[in-house]
T-cell receptor, first 118, second 111 residues
């Protein structure tokens, strides 16, 4: 089945550091990737939608200069948290949609990245 | 913004009991998906329903999509400790829009 790989799975860094998270679709082409954030004991909140070769679309309240998204190929999207602060600590999850299937294409999820800012 | 209301938020039951989780919205969805998430991991897709009134079964799990495609339910028969986890419903109002998630139901099955 479709697999989405996310790396790293866990990051601990100092405040002010920029952190890059990679999301790869391993056996399918993903024209669209989504980035979600999940705080403890809460559900997934969509941060942005990333289309290959174009600028990401950010949800209301998500700072595009803070969370830089790049989707340069059909198998890779990256999320960079710039100048991270403790309030950015969260579980970040990417999701990818297979471009080959039509209609209600399923979204496949990565295993998430736990970001802890000290 | 489409909202998905999930209930109950927390559920603790004994092994062998049955339970139902509900997912409701005032919006119509083109498809609705149920996921299960373990701590520290991404959500894993259980089922996708697309037709109003559709019922799908996955072993002891039964999923139903409302006739108007605004609500869904997940019924678990004879729950087992291995069913413990966070159950999330997620809907999409058209083929190209992202999934919107409910707040989840945290299920704990006690042996």
């Amino acid at each position: 089945g479709a697999v989405v790989s996310q790396h790293p799975s866990w990051v601990i860094c100092k405040s002010g550091t920029s952190v890059k998270i990679e999301c790869r679709s391993l056996d399918f082409q993903a024209t669209t990737m989504f980035w979600y954030r999940q705080f403890p004991k809460q559900s997934l909140m969509l941060m942005a939608t990333s289309n290959e070769g174009s600028k990401a679309t950010y949800e209301q309240g998500v700072e595009k200069d803070k969370f830089l998204i790049n989707h340069a190929s059909l198998t890779l999207s990256t999320l960079t948290v710039t100048s991270a602060h403790p309030e950015d600590s969260s579980f970040y999850i990417c999701s990818a949609r297979d471009a080959r299937t039509g209609g209600n294409q399923p979204q496949h999820f990565g295993d998430g990245t736990r970001l802890s800012i000290l | 913004t489409q909202l998905l209301e999930q209930s109950p938020q927390f559920l603790s039951i004994q092994e062998g009991e049955n339970l139902t989780v509900y997912c409701n919205s005032s919006s119509v969805f083109s498809s609705l998906q149920w996921y299960r998430q373990e701590p520290g991991e991404g959500p894993v897709l259980l089922v996708t329903v697309v037709t109003g009134g559709e019922v799908k079964k996955l072993k002891r799990l039964t999923f139903q999509f409302g006739d108007a495609r605004k609500d869904s339910s997940l019924h678990i028969t004879a729950a087992q400790p291995g069913d413990t986890g966070l159950y999330l419903c997620a809907g999409r109002n058209s083929g190209n829009t992202p999934l919107v998630f409910g707040k989840g139901t945290r299920l704990s099955v006690i042996a």
